[in-house]
């Protein structure tokens, strides 16, 4: 059975820090792995998504890796900002299912 | 503006008294799931559908049912509720698996 582990559990970082986040699965079998925002009182927001045969993927000051042959993935936040203050989750598909197994997320605190 | 609505977003209710969160997209996706995310356990998959009238058990179907009559609708039901189902529920779509999910905004589900 899948599993999907991050690491740190939570992270507290002063603004304009470059910052890294970790995911980690252990089956390599997957589709693709999808990293989303959750704010409180609000749904999640896909932030990139990453096909299996790709190794990274950039939006902005965001910056996603894969390796899936280590089943790890981590998430860049260049120049962080208060507003990136939220949890992060990481989501992988496997090529034999159709569901989503997410870690439990890393909750990320930017302070001004 | 595309996006996924859930309603209604705060529910308490009664053991035993049937209820329906509705979900609706106006994207044209194919695809649509239900999760539930508790605390320590993370986002766990209930239910899911690839098109109309297909529809599949996920991670934890226990106690709930859906239909899936309509393309841009996918209701989740709890024909009994009890209390180990007060959980935030989120419904999700796609346009088909494997491509980016967007989330509802959530249903915080309170049974008493």
């Known amino acids: 059975k899948q599993e999907v582990t991050q690491i740190p559990a939570a992270l507290s970082v002063p603004e304009g820090e470059n910052l890294v986040l970790n995911c980690s699965f252990t089956?390599?079998?997957?589709?693709?792995l999808q990293w989303f925002r959750q704010d409180p009182g609000k749904g999640l927001t896909s932030l990139l998504l990453?096909?299996?045969?790709?190794r990274e993927q950039t939006s902005g000051r965001l910056n996603a890796s894969l390796d899936k042959s280590s089943g790890r993935s981590t998430l860049y936040i260049a120049a962080s900002q208060p507003g990136d203050s939220a949890t992060y989750l990481c989501?992988?598909?496997?090529?034999?299912?159709?569901?989503?197994?997410f870690g439990e997320g890393t909750q990320l605190t930017v302070n001004p | 503006e595309a996006q996924v609505t859930q309603n209604p977003r705060y529910l308490i209710t009664v053991t035993g008294k049937k209820l329906t969160v509705t979900c609706s997209q106006n994207?044209?996706?194919?695809?649509m799931s239900w999760y539930r995310q508790d605390p320590g356990l993370g986002l766990r998959q209930i239910y899911y559908?690839?098109?109309?009238?297909?529809?599949d058990k996920g991670d934890v179907p226990e106690g709930y049912k859906v239909s899936r009559k309509e393309k841009r609708n996918f209701p989740l039901i709890l024909e009994s509720p009890s209390p180990n189902q007060t959980s935030l529920y989120f419904c999700?779509?796609?346009?088909?698996?494997?491509?980016?999910?967007?989330f509802g905004q959530g249903t915080r589900l309170t049974v008493v």
């Open positions: 999700a779509s796609s346009v088909d698996r494997g491509l980016e999910a967007f």
């Open positions: 089956d390599s079998a997957i589709y693709n």
């Open positions: 990453i096909q299996s045969s790709q």
């Open positions: 989501a992988v598909e496997e090529t034999s299912g159709s569901r989503l197994t």
């Open positions: 994207m044209n996706h194919e695809y």
């Open positions: 559908s690839m098109n109309v009238e297909v529809t």
